[in-house]
């Protein structure tokens, strides 16, 4: 198994709804990561995991809230989130640490109405 | 702070015209340098990592070059189902406690019409 799967593909949520997203992989890959990406530009980076511990959150709100319930799964809670925030989700996971590419999900296109 | 620049921002091919694209970066102690694909609405699809100057990977009519400043991704011979937008990203900072930052670009949007 090579790839990385997110759920849901589509997500329409209203400002004070709690949704969650889900992103798995059986690569073995011990870093784990989320991405952000609006129309026309490139990802961002919002989290890292790895070994199911945080090592980077980049300054997201606390209406993000990141979990990795082991090395196979990330979560990205969401809850009062803002239409900003309409974006496409991306997941991604890498070998671990220095010089390894990521393989990306095809991500959670998001939008908060 | 990592600095990643493409160019051109799109691009406007016929088949079998080859053309380059460019990355340009700055960065202190570049440890890889990431080509991806994005099609509209999905996750990037990897294509090459480079590591240092003077490298070069091939895949099918795809070529991706390295010197101290930039890299290239020559496309020969394009098809239309090579139409897509093309990521370039860098890796410089080595994360404590691990993990891997990739700093990505804007992208060039290339489009290979019949």
């Known amino acids: 198994d090579t790839e990385v799967t997110q759920t849901p593909k589509h997500l329409v949520m209203g400002m004070t709804n709690k949704k969650s997203l889900k992103c798995e992989q059986h690569?073995?890959?011990?870093?784990m990561y989320w991405y952000k990406q609006k129309a026309k530009k490139p990802p961002e980076l919002m989290f890292v995991y790895s070994y199911e511990k945080l090592s980077i959150n980049e300054s997201v709100p606390s209406r993000f809230s990141p979990e990795c319930p082991n090395s196979s799964l990330l979560n990205l809670h969401l809850h009062a989130l803002q239409p900003e925030d309409s974006a496409l989700y991306l997941c991604a996971s890498s070998q671990g640490t220095a010089n390894y590419g990521y393989t990306f999900g095809s991500g959670t296109r998001l939008t908060v109405v | 702070e990592d600095q990643v620049t493409q160019s051109p921002e799109a691009l406007r091919l016929q088949e079998g015209e080859s053309s380059s694209l460019n990355c340009s970066y700055t960065v202190s102690g570049l440890r890889g340098l990431f080509w991806y694909r994005q099609d509209p609405g999905k996750g990037p699809e990897f294509l090459f990592t480079?590591?240092?100057a003077g490298e070069e990977k091939e895949k099918e009519r795809l070529k991706a070059t390295l010197t101290k400043k930039e890299s290239f991704l020559h496309i020969t011979a394009p098809k239309p189902e090579d139409s897509a937008t093309y990521l370039c990203a860098v890796q410089a900072r080595v994360i404590t406690g691990g993990g891997n930052k990739l700093t990505f670009g804007t992208g060039t949007q290339l489009k290979v019409e019949l």
């Open positions: 480079l590591y240092s």
């Open positions: 690569m073995g890959h011990r870093a």
